[in-house]
């Protein structure tokens, strides 16, 4: 079974993500700041993050630059509220840009797409 | 017939007979033979025959007489012509005084000038036939204004209104704008003609000798003035500044009277130069600085209204900041609304009776998102815009491989059709990417059927061109009207702000957006960039997460 971070500053947001990975048979772990995140990354062995692009005061870049270094094993699928469209650079370092939407199917393909493409699944 | 008798007729009284010249009126001249002598026998040939012959018959004391005779008629003539000169030095003077006075509280070039050739042309002082004034600019003489008659007939025609409306001299100097127009007006050809370097050689001789020049027809001069004077000797008057720069010159000539010019008159002619100079620098100097004052009062406004408008635009961006904050603190609450819906539908059987809500409550979701979707784009286009060169090949390309998969669902097939080596434009590439997707999203769902959707670009005159063609039904003349107006839409979902959203943010850039259609043909949409001229720039940031 995959092990999936879901890094969101949103709880409710967060258990949107969290039923439907585990409905697909994901592990799913949640972290809510850039510590947390860490905190868990270093801990536990995690097969890809979904990363949100803002966490409050915290920049979801920064976090993806640290993972890409740090963990460059796993893969990122970084999610943001509206197209932000090349505006910076940094973002081009994930595996995977969805844009938030109530459809949370779109999450779901780009999951599995980059797992499978990461030859991570299980 | 001089002698009556023993008698002279100069010594005869009260005898008509022997005298012709006493006129009707003159009675009394016969009788008063000492006013007779005075008056009319000093100057009669009778008389000077007379004496001649006396002087012949009786000696030296009548040749006495007779060399007095001829003295004081001799000195009667020399008075009579210093009484002459004195009369026309009177004259100048007087001109001279008035135009003085007249030229003094004056600041406008055209009416010194018009004073200035008035003066030199006028009948009771120098009274040249034309005048033409030049100004000196940028290295150049320009002709600016003459007065004169063109012609004999038009000369006689002038002299005699003169005459008749026996104008004084303060009358010929008062300015007179109607006149100033219209002898402009009739020189205006030549004018414009008479253009010249202040390194020709004829007006470079002036300058130096700072002083008024004849011009003979056989000396070297410009070849339009050789054509204008046409044999005709000219006079050339340079006006300098106290600081001895060049204002501009005046060109006089007698090309009807062929009268020459006195070295007196010439000495007088300096004293009238110093005099328009004097204003002439006065008058310059003044339209200088009205100009200038002119251009700051402008750049003052301007200045002012950049001012008012950073403001606005300081305002506006704050204001566009804080309402994307707000948009944002709503999208997340309606994707874990849509997204719960979701999650709590996919685990309820199809049976429940609650599968309607959540149906519901997920199309409501999905509306919220599209609004908030179209808001934030609107306000980015109208509050925030960071510009950056940028390849709208890319942008385009992008959209392309975007769109194409989620057109061919619809059978719409994609074509794309890019220039080579296009220039950059400046803009926002976020922005465009919006506005060409706003455009391109139209466009499939005009043809819901299938269809072709033709994407290009290309380079033309200083613009770069982005098309979108489909081959839909196309739309109603009553749709076009409205096709760029805000919360104009035909669709049941949207907000009607996509389409005036784009034309906003192509207007933005200094460019333009264009629809032809033609009915069950389809619709082109160009899109006009402007060519960005200098690289660099800036760009926002407003990623969202």
């Known amino acids: 079974m995959n092990r999936i971070l879901v890094v969101d500053d949103e709880p409710n947001v967060r258990l949107v993500y969290k039923e439907v990975l585990g409905d697909e048979g994901y592990e799913v772990l949640e972290a809510e700041s850039v510590k947390e995140t860490f905190d868990i990354l270093n801990r536990e062995a995690i097969d890809l993050v979904v990363l949100d692009i803002k966490l409050r005061s915290e920049s979801g870049l920064d976090v993806l630059q640290r993972i890409t270094k740090e963990f460059s094993n796993i893969p990122v699928v970084l999610c943001s509220a509206y197209v932000s469209f090349q505006n910076d650079y940094t973002s081009w370092l994930a595996d995977s840009y969805i844009v938030k939407s109530s459809n949370p199917e779109e999450l779901l393909k780009e999951v599995k797409r980059v797992l499978s493409k990461r030859g991570k699944t299980k | ?545």
């Not at chain 2, 007979?17 to 008056?39: A, Q, T, Y």
């Not at chain 2, 004829?202 to 410009?222: C, G, H, Q, W, Y």
């Not at chain 2, 005036?500 to 957006?513: L, Q």
Request: glycine share 8%.
């Open chain 2, 1 to 545: 017939m001089a002698k009556f008798g023993e008698n002279y007729c100069w010594t005869i009284k009260d005898d008509p007979s022997v005298c012709p010249f006493i006129k009707p009126g003159e009675e009394h001249l016969l009788g008063d033979l000492e006013r007779r002598n005075r008056e009319k026998c000093i100057e009669c040939e009778e008389l000077r025959n007379d004496l001649k012959k006396m002087a012949d018959e009786k000696g030296n004391f009548f040749q006495a007489f007779q060399t007095i005779l001829d003295e004081s008629s001799k000195r009667e003539q020399t008075i009579i012509r210093y009484g002459r000169s004195l009369e026309i030095k009177e004259e100048m003077f007087d001109m001279l005084v008035h135009l003085s006075t007249s030229l003094k509280l004056v600041l406008d070039v055209d009416e010194i000038l018009y004073k200035g050739l008035v003066a030199f042309t006028m009948g009771s002082s120098f009274g040249f036939n034309r005048a033409i004034a030049l100004l000196a600019g940028n290295k150049k003489l320009k002709g600016y204004f003459a007065i004169g008659p063109k012609d004999q007939e038009e000369a006689l025609f002038i002299w005699k209104e003169l005459t008749e409306k026996n104008l004084t001299v303060q009358d010929l100097l008062r300015f007179s704008p109607h006149i100033f127009s219209k002898e402009k007006e009739k020189f205006s050809k030549i004018l414009e003609r008479l253009e010249f370097n202040l390194s020709e050689e004829l007006f470079k001789n002036v300058f130096k000798a700072e002083t008024i020049l004849r011009v003979s027809p056989e000396d070297e001069m410009p070849s339009a003035l050789r054509d204008f004077y046409r044999g005709t000797p000219f006079w050339v008057i340079p006006f300098f500044s106290h600081l001895k720069r060049l204002l501009g010159v005046i060109l006089l000539d007698n090309f009807l009277t062929r009268k020459e010019v006195s070295s007196e008159e010439m000495r007088v002619m300096e004293i009238f130069a110093t005099e328009i100079s004097l204003a002439l620098e006065r008058g310059l100097t003044y339209e200088e600085l009205e100009e200038k004052v002119g251009t700051l009062e402008e750049a003052n406004v301007k200045l002012k209204e950049h001012q008012e408008l950073i403001m606005k635009l300081r305002a506006e961006a704050s204001i566009g900041e804080m309402v994307l904050q707000l948009t944002h603190s709503f999208k997340n609450p309606v994707i874990a609304i849509g997204g719960l819906a979701w999650v709590l539908k996919k685990k309820t059987t199809a049976e429940n009776t609650n599968t309607k809500y959540m149906d519901a409550i997920l199309e409501e979701a999905v509306k919220l998102e599209k609004t908030l979707k179209d808001f934030v784009n609107f306000v980015k286009t109208r509050y925030l815009s960071g510009k950056s060169p940028l390849d709208i090949n890319k942008v385009v390309e992008l959209l392309y491989q975007e769109k194409r998969a989620k057109g061919k669902l619809q059978g719409v097939n994609f074509h794309l059709n890019l220039a080579n080596d296009l220039p950059m434009i400046l803009g926002n590439e976020y922005q465009l990417y919006n506005c060409i997707e706003n455009i391109v999203n139209n466009s499939i769902e005009a043809m819901p059927e299938g269809g072709e959707l033709f994407l290009e670009t290309e380079a033309q005159d200083g613009f770069v061109l982005v098309g979108i063609k489909d081959t839909g039904p196309g739309i109603s003349d009553e749709v076009m009207k409205n096709l760029f107006q805000p919360f104009f839409t035909t669709k049941t979902i949207g907000s009607g702000l996509g389409l005036y959203t784009s034309k906003e943010i192509i207007e933005k850039m200094g460019g333009n957006i264009a629809v032809s259609c033609e009915r069950e043909k389809g619709c082109r949409v160009t899109i006009m960039l402007p060519i960005s001229e200098k690289g660099g720039g800036y760009e926002q940031d407003f990623s969202g997460g």
